[in-house]
């Protein structure tokens, strides 16, 4: 039986991917900085959950081990967990958070949103090569595409996970690694103010319901059914596509958009 970790496994759309990986067949470890969180999870799924912060190497490296010595090797990591804080009151520039506020938003984003990335693969990669396979998937956003009005941390920090993600694909894809980039619009999670597995699909904040909510069940099918037709870049949301082609095409028109668009959210 595949063995998985989900990290950020024990909300949203980490929760929604363990629940649909149990149902294919996957053995699932549920790994949340929510230790409680997580064994719900879990216990719901019959699988395993592991406490940790995603952001310190040590506990990243100690989870790897472990499962590989007490369960067995793992064959796909799934980073999951991350963080938005929004920009505080002076927009991109802004010291502090903004919504959800934190001291030091920059560093726990760049810690949780992309370190970890770094962590996870420096794990378990060389035991992949190994063993001669495995699957990395990356959660980034289309915020890693496009940006995020209202949150330049979370901007900068997903498009450093899309660029990790590309480079992992390009070094490691020989040595038979699958990697996947993750890069969804708004779902219906805490992250953008919606109720812990509510099932609503509408309301949230900052602009995030203009192209629909996607339910995080219905977005971990479209990451899991994408991830087995072996595609590295994952589009949960279709407009997506068309939105990066129109701002490779014309990069001043995309961004006079973007600035008309936060106009219209600011109103
Ligand atoms: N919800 C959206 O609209 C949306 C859109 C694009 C991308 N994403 C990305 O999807 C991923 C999952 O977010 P979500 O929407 O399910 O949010 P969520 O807040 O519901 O879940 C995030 C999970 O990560 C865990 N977590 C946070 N910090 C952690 C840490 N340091 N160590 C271990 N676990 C930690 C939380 O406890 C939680 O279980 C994130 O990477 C997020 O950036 C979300």
Known sequence: MNIAIVTGGGHGIGRALCRRLARDGVRVVVADIDGGAAQTVASEIDGIARQLDVGDETQVLALVDGIEREVGPVDVFISNAGVGYGDGDGGAISAE?????????WTASW??????QVYAARAVIPRMLARGGGYIVNIASAAGLLSQIGDAAYSATKHASVGFTESLAINYGDGGIRVSVVCPQAVATRMIGMEDDSGATTGGFGGNEIDGILAAEDVADIIIDQALAGHFMILTHEQVRDYIQRKAGDYDRWIGGMRKFRRSLAR
């Open 111 to 116: 810690n949780i949103n992309v370190m970890a």
């Open 97 to 105: 958070g903004g919504m959800n506020p934190i001291e030091d938003r």
